[in-house]
């Protein structure tokens, strides 16, 4: 008896070193109002344990019971294990989200705590880059599901997928839950055109004040410049970028990272010569361009004239 109490105050313990930097989601039973969206949602994952009972797809179908829930198969994906769900367009602000083994009560292994990560990326899946996740926090996975509201209000405003991280590649979730609020109506984080909401997790291990951060733009490149290497132009809203030009080449100027997400259009030209001088089977060319079309007028005379016209006005030149 001495023993298991000994073992339950280590496992206390260890829990609490492991998990004291970081942000934990509240934990709540408020969903009056609220519509779960996951169902409506696309799921995906690193991969399942079979084919059937415990696959990705189960997720958000619906169903409660371990027949119709997720095992992992153990197969990570840029250093993660995980499942979420995706929707083909924003769902607004995440207000909270529900988990849990098997809400049944049947069984009550496999549970333990995960991860909470949302993007903003076009379309979602489980090939999309660990740099367009923003981590939310961090919940228990226990034997129902249970309700976990998110104060202050998660890192962005445009969610178009959620992805849940587990380390445990045993771990069993029955069902996802996800509730959204269109706008944020009780939070100071609504940003201008071009900035995004941002909450950091402290090293106290509570969230801080939502603040508006520059979004960043697509990255471009301008040819015959500094910057002609494909993607070297990079930035955040409202940085400005000073663009040289190549010698021989005109328009050197800058370009601004716009609210749109788009850098400034820049071009730099190839400066218009004035003439061309082509020697043919004895036979000089001499093309003039004229205009910045590079239209020409060509002129061409056999090699032993044209030696001719130039002694010709060298003389009348020279008294």
């Known amino acids: 008896m001495i023993q298991d109490r000994l073992l339950l105050l280590f496992c206390i313990l260890v829990n609490s070193i492991v998990y004291s930097q970081t942000c934990q989601i509240t934990s709540s039973n408020e969903t009056a109002g609220l519509t779960n969206v996951a169902t409506a949602g696309t799921a995906f994952a690193t991969g399942s344990y079979t084919t059937d009972v415990h696959y990705y797809t189960n997720i958000n179908d619906g169903t409660y019971g371990n027949s119709y829930s997720w095992i992992s198969d153990g197969v990570s994906i840029n250093g993660n294990i995980f499942v979420g769900i995706s929707w083909s367009s924003s769902q607004g602000y995440l207000k909270g989200m529900k988990l849990g083994r098997d809400n049944n009560g049947q069984y009550g292994d496999r549970l333990g705590w995960v991860s909470v990560e949302t993007t903003q990326v076009s379309s979602p899946n489980e090939n999309t880059p660990n740099s367009d996740w923003t981590y939310v926090g961090d919940v228990y996975n226990d034997m129902y599901q249970g309700y976990y509201e998110l104060d202050p209000y998660s890192s962005a405003s445009s969610i178009t997928g959620i992805r849940i ?103 730099c030209n190839a400066y218009p010569s004035l003439y061309s001088v082509y020697l043919k089977s004895g036979y000089l060319e001499v093309t003039f361009d004229i205009g910045t079309e590079m239209a020409g007028i060509a002129l061409t005379l056999p090699l032993h004239i044209f030696t001719y016209l130039i002694a010709f006005f060298t003389f009348k030149l020279i008294p």
């Open 165 to 267: 991280i587990t380390t445990d590649s045993g771990l069993c979730i029955d069902e996802l839950s996800f509730f959204f609020l269109t706008s944020d109506t009780s939070d100071s984080s609504s940003c201008d055109a071009g900035y995004t909401s941002s909450i950091t997790c402290g090293s106290d291990g509570n969230f801080g004040n939502a603040t508006c951060v520059a979004k960043s733009c697509t990255a471009s490149q301008v040819a015959n410049s500094d910057y002609a290497s494909t993607g070297s132009i990079t930035g955040v809203t409202g940085d400005v970028i000073s663009i040289t030009c190549d010698a021989g080449y005109s328009g050197s100027d800058t370009v601004t990272c716009g609210t749109d997400g788009n850098f400034d259009e820049l071009t």
